[in-house]
Structures are given as C-alpha cells and as structure tokens.
C-alpha cells in the first residue's frame, strides 16, 4: 500500500525554476535550457517516486522546457533580413521575471504582515496568539518543497546500493520512521535529516525516512528549517510555546 502524502502548500513550475536560478545563480535572461530541462525533469521524477502529486502545470512546463530545447539545437535558417529572429528562450524568461517581480513583492506585504502580527495588546490571550500562528509558514521556515526535494536528492545519490547474497524482504514503515524522528526529539532539541539517514544503506528506507518527516510536518508535530541557504534540514519539535509581546 502506498504513503500518499498531501502537503499544506502549493508551488508551482516557475517557482522550480526560479528555484534553480536562485541556486545557480543565473542569469534570467540566459538560462542554460538543456541543463535546467534536465534538472526539472529530474525534480518531477523525484515527486513522483514520493507519490507527491503532481500538477498537469508541471508536465506543461516540462513540455515547454524540451519545445525550447529542441528549438535551439535545430539550424538556424539563412534568411536575409535586418530582423534578427527571437531568442527561443524570450518568452519564458519575461514570464519567469514577471512572476520573479510578483514573488519579490508578495514577500514584501508577508513579512509586513508578520511584523503586524507579533503585537498584541493586553488583555490578549497566549493561547489566542497560539492560533494566530497555526500557520504551515511556522513548520516550514523559509523552506520549500524545492528545498526538501534536493535534500531528498542528496540523500539517495549517498545512498550506498546494499549488495546481499541472500534475498530479504524491505518492510519499512513510514509510521515506524516517524515515531523513531519523534523519539530522537525527547532527546535532542534539535538535529539535521543527515542525522536520521547517516547509517541508513538501503534507498528504501531513506525514501520512507523522508516522507516520515513530510508527514510529521504536515501534522505539525515538528519544525523543518534551515540554517544557511541550501543546507540540510533542521528537525525540531513543534510542540514548544511561541513568546509573545504585549504592549
């Protein structure tokens, strides 16, 4: 029986690429296609192996990708003309600027928000200020599905294949990892998914390691978070109060 896991946010194609222009830091206007195409089909494939659903948007822009691709490696026409033709990749990166724009200012108005929201006035219950921050923003601090993905993708390409000369049944348990997450967290307040994974051999447990600590965030029972942009993933626990400032 599969783990299907249904996370609390969405994030969309241009966010995958502005994702890996961010990483790569590269230029929009001259994004190397065949690479990211490679890397975005890449990405797909890894949702899918997590039973993540994925979005018809995704296979839309993975079709885009290759259309753009294929259109660069073809020869280009000898036409005589002072209009010199478009640079397949326009188009898409005016979108991806556009939406960057969007993105940008979207951040703008959240962190107001947040700043807004760390006030209460007396007379305000710590218990109301509790569901005030009932967020999935607050299990996934600047961390996206981007970001648990290539952690994900770390983790299997260190993964070292098991060679067995007898045959043994894999029965690993998603229930069994998250209670083993939980455990560790009664005594150590914090540590990274490395942690959890580091003696781990075989990809399928890592594989039900990981959707183990979707599932715990998704249930809001522990914190995923990162201490440096692209790095491994903080696991802490959820259940510690928020301190609140009255005026």
């Known amino acids: 029986m599969k783990y299907k896991i249904k996370l609390p946010y969405f994030e969309g194609p241009l966010d995958l690429l502005l994702f890996f222009v961010k990483r790569d830091e590269l230029n929009i206007y001259d994004i190397p296609i065949a690479k990211i195409t490679r890397e975005f089909l890449e990405y797909i494939h890894l949702m899918q192996m997590l039973d993540l659903e994925v979005a018809s948007e995704f296979i839309v822009m993975a079709s885009t990708l290759m259309q753009i ?10 036409v005589e003309s002072e209009e010199e033709e478009e640079d397949p990749r326009a188009e898409l990166a005016r979108r991806l600027a556009e939406y960057k724009k969007f993105k940008e200012l979207a951040s703008e108005f959240s962190k107001m928000e947040d700043e807004a929201g760390k006030i209460f006035y007396r007379g305000y219950f710590k218990n109301d ?19 648990l ?7 299997l390409e260190g993964a070292r294949e098991a060679v067995y000369h007898e045959i043994e049944t894999q029965n690993y348990k998603v229930e069994d990892e998250m209670e083993n997450i939980l455990n560790r967290l009664k005594f150590k307040r914090k540590f990274s998914f490395n942690e959890i994974i580091d003696s781990y051999v075989e990809k399928a447990r890592i594989i039900v390691a990981f959707l183990a600590l979707l599932e715990l965030a998704r249930l809001k029972k522990i914190r995923i978070s990162q201490e440096e942009v692209f790095g491994e993933l903080i696991i802490e626990d959820a259940s510690q109060g928020w301190m609140v400032n009255a005026i």
């Not at 691709?69 to 000898?78: G, I």
């Open 69 to 78: 691709k294929a259109k660069m490696l073809l020869p280009k026409p000898e």
């Open 149 to 155: 993905l290539t952690a994900f993708k770390r983790a």
């Open 129 to 147: 200020a509790r569901d005030y921050f009932d967020g999935d923003e607050e299990f996934l601090k600047d961390v996206s599905l981007f970001d």
